[in-house]
């Protein structure tokens, strides 16, 4: 089967995930997960580092209903990876 590779690629940040970046990764393992060829999924980095996680940098443009919003759009990213059917 199918082993699709998922590359963060923003090294000049570490990979730092922006909500673009979170919104998209959501969409890929949600068309992994209905692709019955897909086997496995790796995420990896581009650069350094895997991932410094969410980008603070972004969030510090964010009021207190954007800061919000990210939590509710971008958090259930982590428990997508958790649940997913397929190995990551």
């Keep these: 089967g199918k082993?699709?590779?998922?590359?963060?690629?923003?090294?000049?940040a570490l990979n730092a995930i922006t909500m673009a970046m979170a919104e998209r990764l959501l969409q890929i393992l949600s068309d992994a997960a209905q692709d019955g060829e897909v086997r496995c999924?790796?995420?990896?980095?581009?650069?350094?580092?895997?991932?410094?996680?969410?980008?603070?940098?972004?969030?510090?443009?964010?009021?207190?209903?954007?800061?919000?919003?990210?939590f509710v759009r971008r958090d259930p990213l982590f428990k997508e990876i958790a649940l997913h059917p397929l190995p990551i």
């Design 41 to 70: 999924i790796v995420i990896t980095g581009n650069g350094e580092a895997f991932s410094a996680g969410f980008d603070i940098k972004e969030m510090a443009g964010f009021d207190e209903a954007a800061m919000r919003d990210a």
């Design 3 to 12: 082993i699709w590779t998922i590359t963060l690629n923003r090294p000049e």
